[in-house]
Nanobody
Framework: QVQLVESGGGLVQTGGSLRLSCAAS????????VGWFRQAPGKEREFVSA???????????NYADSVKGRFTIARDNAKNTVYLQMSSLKPDDTAVYYC????????????????WGQGTQVTVSS
């Protein structure tokens, strides 16, 4: 079983940057695709980005249209960590960000992920 721990959230001004980390605790990400999701108050959890598992360093990445060109997902399998680099942040990016993992391919639907972290708050001030 994979336990996920997010970190890196915080308060940042519009246009600023943050890097979120998702670490596998007590296990590894071997064979798992990892997704980032976010949930703002009063809204449903939404897909942000995902990256597949690869043993050959061939990665496929997927982004929500709202973050494309501003966010970058990456993974370091040696460190069992997946990162979400967020740049040009906007107030609309304010949410709790969650990472999630599933065996096999990634999907955009949160209900298809088996393991979830506790979330990290990102607040972008105007």
């Amino acid at each position: 079983q994979v336990q996920l721990v997010e970190s890196g959230g915080g308060l940042v001004q519009t246009g600023g940057s943050l890097r979120l980390s998702c670490a596998a605790s007590g296990g590894t990400f071997t064979g798992y695709s990892v997704g980032w999701f976010r949930q703002a108050p009063g809204k449903e959890r939404e897909f942000v980005s995902a990256i597949n598992w690869s043993g050959s360093n061939t990665y496929y990445r997927n982004y929500a249209d709202s973050v494309k060109g501003r966010f970058t997902i990456a993974r370091d399998n040696a460190k069992n960590t997946v990162y979400l680099q967020m740049s040009s942040l906007k107030p609309d990016d304010t949410a709790v960000y969650y990472c999630a993992a599933r065996s096999g391919e990634y999907y955009r639907l949160p209900e298809l992920y088996n393991y979830w972290g506790q979330g990290t708050q990102v607040t972008v001030s105007s």
